[in-house]
């Protein structure tokens, strides 16, 4: 199934009429994650936002399957849209049951009816604050347009968010985000600390750091901040 | 973030919108050596970045280089509009001449094939 590139610039035109300041945003980035589904013609479309943990968690979405998603990567901490959120990069799967990257969530992803994704980070300030993904329950080759067509729906999720921030009315959701960006500055300094530590590599130290935050049951950011402070002690 | 490193802040960020959370910036340096600019960016490329590199644009664009380079190696991401305003810059150079990419990572180089941007720029691995 291919994705029309004049469909997309006519989606993007009329996604571009909405006036977000008058439009509670919920309903706006419903209205891309509609939009995305319709034009792709695949079987789920969402936009995922990070929490104060870094977990991306569902802000809208247009099918029963991306809750899925959310809860899958959440608990194998792992999977594509993660990938796309941590490397700041597209990421694409076009068949996850000969998918080598994310062996746990793949094997409960399939069972789920999604087969295929293709994921783009949401980029604001330096770093991803959340993706938006398209999902399909059978193997897809996602074509050039597609993966264009998603960066464009990526841009306009962008500017939303970039709205949301700036906006006046601090809704639940710029809340989340909002502590989201506060905690990231201390989880990059923990990550710092133990890249220059244990030799790691920046991918290793946040996976060390998640680790121990799902082992000891506590906040990513407090053990980040704890790391930091235990590295500035021994300093000193 | 107007704490008193606001001066640093003043001249990496964006303007007054920049917004919250700005604990880490882009840099953007120009290097003017006779007849070539070389912008020699450092960090990620999005909206909220976008009026700083359109403001170092136009002082790059000022001198009226013969060449423009843009140092893209240090860049890990960048977005569609950020890459539009990179590929267009060749509109300031005498000549029409084209902007050249330096060492752009794969992401990057992804966006401007897809894009259909790097036919106006010249891509130099």
């Not at chain 1, 220059?196 to 920046?202: E, I, K, R, V």
């Not at chain 2, 290097?31 to 170092?56: F, N, Q, S, W």
């Not at chain 2, 509109?91 to 330096?102: A, K, M, W």
């Amino acid at each position: 199934m291919s994705v029309s590139m004049q469909d997309v610039r006519h989606a993007l035109d009329e996604l571009g009429q909405l006036r977000f300041g008058e439009m509670r945003v919920e309903e706006a980035m419903h209205q891309i994650v509609q939009t995305t589904h319709a034009i792709f013609d695949v079987d789920g479309a969402g936009l995922m936002l990070a929490d104060v943990d870094h977990h991306l968690l569902n802000a809208a979405v247009s099918d029963e399957r991306m809750r899925h998603l959310e809860e899958l990567q959440i608990r194998h901490q792992e999977g594509p849209c993660i990938a796309a959120f941590e490397d700041k990069a597209l990421i694409r799967a076009e068949d996850l049951t000969q998918e080598a990257r994310w062996p746990s969530f793949c094997k409960h992803a399939v069972t789920r009816g999604i087969r295929a994704v293709l994921a783009s980070p949401i980029p604001y300030n330096q770093d991803a604050v959340g993706v938006v993904a398209v999902t399909s329950e059978d193997r897809r080759p996602w074509s050039a347009e597609a993966e264009l067509a998603l960066l464009a729906f990526t841009d306009l999720a962008a500017l939303l968010i970039a709205s949301m921030l700036l906006g006046e009315h601090q809704t639940e959701l710029a809340a989340q985000l909002q502590s989201a960006l506060n905690s990231r500055a201390i989880i990059e300094q923990a990550k710092g600390v133990l890249i220059g530590q244990q030799g790691l590599t920046a991918h290793d130290a946040y996976a060390q750091l998640r680790l121990q935050a799902r082992t000891e049951r506590r906040k990513l950011a407090i053990v980040s901040a704890e790391v930091v402070r235990n590295a500035i002690r021994a300093d000193s | 973030m107007n704490g008193p490193d606001s001066s640093e802040a003043h001249r990496n960020g964006p303007p007054e919108s920049a917004g919250p959370a700005q604990d880490r910036r882009v840099t953007i340096e120009l290097e003017t050596r006779p007849g070539i600019t070389t912008i020699v960016i450092r960090g990620e490329l999005d909206l909220v970045t976008m009026p700083y590199l359109a403001a170092r644009l136009a002082v790059a664009l000022r001198d009226r280089p013969g060449r423009l380079v843009f140092d893209l190696s240090g860049t890990q991401f960048m977005d569609c509009g950020s890459a539009r305003l990179i590929a267009d810059a060749g509109h300031g150079l005498p000549g029409g001449g084209r902007p050249v990419i330096r060492r752009p990572r794969p992401g990057v180089r992804r966006i401007l094939e897809l894009t259909g941007l790097d036919a106006h720029c010249e891509i130099e691995p």
